[in-house]
């Protein structure tokens, strides 16, 4: 029974190790994932309200760095 006791702990201990390094590495990696989710999205918006001008009537210029016109200019990555 005493030899349990050692082996008990020494488990816990483990899986409580094991747990913390799986939520520390799992919860950066949703914070980025929700990031780049928001990123996405707002240049999605961007190139939505272009779009949405130009079938307007709106003149367009475009470069190699951005799109861009009187009203709106979307710069690209």
Do not use: W
């Amino acid at each position: 029974m005493k030899a349990d006791k050692g082996f008990l702990l020494i488990d816990s201990m483990l899986s409580l190790a094991i747990t913390s390094i799986i939520c520390l590495a799992l919860l950066p990696m949703m914070q980025k994932m929700g990031q780049n989710y928001e990123d996405s999205y707002n240049e999605l918006q961007q190139y939505r309200e272009f779009y949405v001008y130009i079938r307007g009537g709106g003149a367009v210029h475009e470069d190699e760095h951005s799109i861009c016109s009187p009203v709106y200019c979307i710069k690209k990555k």
